[in-house]
């Protein structure tokens, strides 16, 4: 993967994070952090950039939108837990 497709890739999650779909943001955030497994850039840089995509999101849409953003984390953490624990079972 190339830093362009990563650069790419995290505008799409902040455009996401700030769309009024609650889904839309959550998969954006769950596509990114598999991704950035599979790439290898660990959990340390994942998380620095989780924090700039959440920080750019509400410098776009306000504080007040810190509860939007919220939900849509905590859907999405909630789906990679899900996902972690049904994988491997058939």
Partial sequence: ????????????CID???????????ESLTELAHLWAQSGLGQSSFENTRHF????????????????????????????RERRNTSGRH
Avoid at 54 to 80: D, H, S
């Fill in 16 to 26: 996401d994070l700030c769309d009024d779909d609650v889904n839309r943001g959550a």
């Fill in 53 to 80: 995509i959440i920080n750019n999101a509400l410098e776009r849409l306000g504080t007040q939108a810190t509860p939007f953003i919220n939900l849509k984390l905590q859907a999405a953490e909630q789906g990679l």
């Fill in 1 to 12: 993967m190339t830093p362009d497709a990563i650069n790419e890739l995290i505008d799409e």
